[in-house]
């Protein structure tokens, strides 16, 4: 397969995951303002902190090192092999959810049943659904390698979909149900979406439509258990190394990517009702603040997060890992160079503009949803924070996505040594940054935390091409047209916030919301005259035609 069709699958592949992404906020936005008229904020905030935090802990530390691992093999690699170690993310997840779940029944403060029923069945399975996703780990990965776009979609829209339907009949008709209601309707979810993927596979093996797919490498569902590979080999070891290589990065990444729900669960620095108030603020903004924090960070995870999914395999297919790029074929590291040069203008262009109009309009939009409760105190600027905590977030996906996939397994193991340090020192400044300034701190910690990891990523992506005729990192250089135009943007969203916004009435939010819309027009107009080489990637792209097998 050749790069420029990989390039096509990885493109189309996103644009499927950002649909699904949209779907599925949208739903939570919905969601969440129905059940938050019949829960209570405790429940809520037990839900969407403590055991979301269980479930996400277990997931993340039981399988993506394995994803990044053997998504990143080669075309002659043993798929038996690969499939193998795929199935030890089972016993693996089956360890972190009891020991997590130890942890969390044992060590961590128990809700007040009378307030928050049934914590313990909660938690129990939280973990348990966790354990079941796990079970379709090696259907998600060889459906992730081959691109398979429509058995993504269709398994997470229908899963997200029938899960909100029961959550909400669960506590529009049960609400005395508490955690049993959010326990079920995330071990259901689970379970229907890894029968999705075991239901496609155990059709399409073995029919006729099977035969005609060469590069599919099993042609029997029983191909997908474990079994002993001819040579005698279980796993192959060195995928079982760099596997080794990413858990010990996955478990620091976790801290840094979680890092201030744990501050908030193990630290106590927030109570139960305020966990859930923090969570019913970002249910506005977001739908954004993914359960605790992520406000503001909608746009960047709708977007980037598929991005971030699907280039990783194009880089990790069409790279060689370890290798330095002038000794590998050269039409690759060009179209490689060209992607990422292309991906970190996109994101450095979405992020700068979802920061410079987010600042002018944060307290319009909290007040539009949540009216003063939300956007009167600390709201607006914990929203104005995460403006431009999204632009580093934008970054950093884009450039690790392409790091992660060229980096050797001994510079896994030297990034290894710096995230433990930014993993200890991200800790530590949370915790005094918000007993300091309150929620905001978590904001400017992860800022810290991104900025740190782009700097890093950055460093490796100029040695990788330093002896090659391309320089992707220029993209990071904006004309001095467009700079001037986000400016002056700014600075007149500001002035008509003063002015317009939010005491003076509907009259004058509509005049705010004109000045803002005829600024972003200007904004939008001068990036595509003058990023014309990203314009023409996003046309080629999104222009490829499409192949006419039914995977995807």
């Known amino acids: 397969m050749g790069s420029q069709e990989v390039l096509g699958q990885a493109a189309r592949l996103a644009s499927s995951g950002l649909l699904l992404q949209v779907l599925f906020r949208l739903i939570t936005f919905v969601l969440n303002a129905f059940i938050l008229r019949f829960l209570s904020k405790e429940i809520v905030g037990v839900v969407n902190v403590?055991?979301?935090?269980?479930?996400?802990?277990?997931?993340?530390?039981?399988?993506?090192?394995?994803?990044?691992?053997?998504?990143?093999?080669?075309?002659?690699?043993?798929?038996?092999?690969?499939l193998n170690l795929l199935w030890l993310t089972v016993p693996l997840g089956v360890f972190w959810s009891l020991f997590l779940g130890w942890i969390w029944l044992q060590l961590l403060e128990v809700p007040d049943p009378n307030v928050v029923p049934h914590y313990a069945t909660g938690v129990v399975l939280f973990g348990l659904s966790a354990v079941v996703e796990l079970l379709g780990e090696p259907f998600w990965v060889l459906a992730q390698a081959h691109m398979f776009v429509k058995l993504k979609v269709i398994?997470?829209?229908?899963?997200?979909?029938?899960?909100?339907?029961?959550?909400?009949?669960?506590?529009?008709?049960?609400?005395?149900?508490?955690?049993?209601?959010?326990?079920?309707?995330?071990?259901?979810?689970?379970t229907v979406l890894v029968l999705c993927y075991v239901i496609y596979f155990t059709r399409l093996l073995g029919s006729p439509e099977s035969t005609k797919l060469q590069t599919l490498p099993?042609?029997?569902?029983?191909?997908?258990?474990?079994?002993?590979?001819?040579?005698?080999?279980?796993?192959?070891?060195?995928?079982?190394?760099?596997?080794?290589?990413?858990?010990?990065?996955?478990?620091?990444?976790?801290?840094?990517?979680e890092g201030e729900r744990y501050v908030m669960t193990f630290l106590n620095v927030l109570n139960f009702g305020d966990q859930g108030k923090v969570k019913f603020c970002s249910v506005l903004i977001k739908g954004v603040y993914d359960i605790v924090n992520n406000l503001g960070s909608l746009v960047a995870r709708l977007i980037f997060q598929p991005i971030e999914e699907s280039?990783?395999?194009?880089?990790?297919?069409?790279?060689?890992?370890?290798?330095?790029?002038?000794?590998?074929?050269?039409?690759?590291?060009?179209?490689?160079?060209?992607?990422?040069?292309?991906?970190?203008?996109?994101?450095?262009?979405?992020?700068?503009?979802?920061?410079?109009?987010g600042f002018a309009y944060s307290q319009l939009a909290l007040d539009i949803y949540g009216g003063a409760m939300l956007s009167s105190g600390s709201g607006p600027v914990?929203?104005?924070?995460?403006?431009?905590?999204?632009?580093?977030?934008?970054?950093?996906?884009?450039?690790?996505?392409?790091t992660f996939a060229a980096m050797s397994k001994e510079e896994v193991d030297r990034y290894n040594f710096v995230m433990l340090a930014l993993s200890s020192s991200f800790l530590v400044l949370s915790y005094l940054l918000t007993r300091w300034c309150g929620s905001v701190g978590f904001i400017l910690a992860n800022c810290f935390n991104m900025g740190i990891r782009i700097t890093q990523s950055l460093c490796f992506i100029h040695r990788y091409y330093r002896r090659s005729p391309h320089r992707p990192l220029a993209s990071?250089?904006?004309?001095?047209?467009?700079?001037?135009?986000?400016?002056?943007?700014?600075?007149?969203?500001?002035?008509?916030?003063?002015?317009?916004?939010?005491?003076?009435?509907w009259p004058a939010?509509?005049?705010?919301?004109?000045?803002?819309?005829?600024?972003l027009g200007a904004t939008l107009g001068t990036a595509f005259l003058t990023e014309t080489k990203l314009?023409?990637?996003?046309r080629t792209q999104l222009g490829v035609p499409r192949r006419t097998d039914k995977m995807t």
């Open 50 to 82: 403590r055991l979301t935090l269980l479930y996400s802990t277990t997931l993340f530390l039981a399988r993506e090192a394995f994803r990044r691992a053997c998504l990143s093999g080669g075309t002659q690699r043993d798929w038996s092999q690969t």
């Open 155 to 190: 398994a997470e829209s229908l899963s997200v979909i029938l899960k909100s339907v029961l959550t909400a009949f669960l506590v529009l008709w049960l609400p005395h149900w508490g955690l049993y209601i959010f326990s079920l309707a995330q071990l259901f979810y689970t």
């Open 218 to 257: 099993v042609s029997r569902i029983t191909d997908l258990l474990p079994n002993i590979t001819r040579n005698g080999a279980f796993i192959n070891w060195k995928e079982a190394k760099l596997t080794w290589s990413f858990f010990k990065q996955s478990f620091l990444k976790q801290i840094l990517t």
């Open 311 to 357: 280039f990783y395999i194009f880089f990790a297919k069409v790279l060689e890992r370890g290798k330095d790029a002038t000794l590998q074929k050269q039409e690759d590291v060009a179209v490689a160079a060209a992607v990422l040069e292309s991906l970190l203008k996109l994101a450095l262009l979405a992020g700068l503009t979802i920061t410079v109009f």
């Open 382 to 402: 914990l929203l104005r924070s995460y403006c431009l905590y999204v632009l580093l977030l934008a970054i950093n996906g884009v450039t690790e996505c392409f």
């Open 476 to 505: 990071l250089r904006l004309s001095p047209v467009l700079l001037g135009t986000f400016a002056l943007s700014g600075g007149v969203t500001a002035v008509s916030e003063v002015f317009l916004c939010c005491e003076q009435g």
């Open 509 to 519: 939010r509509l005049a705010h919301i004109a000045v803002g819309a005829f600024c």
């Open 535 to 538: 314009i023409h990637f996003l």
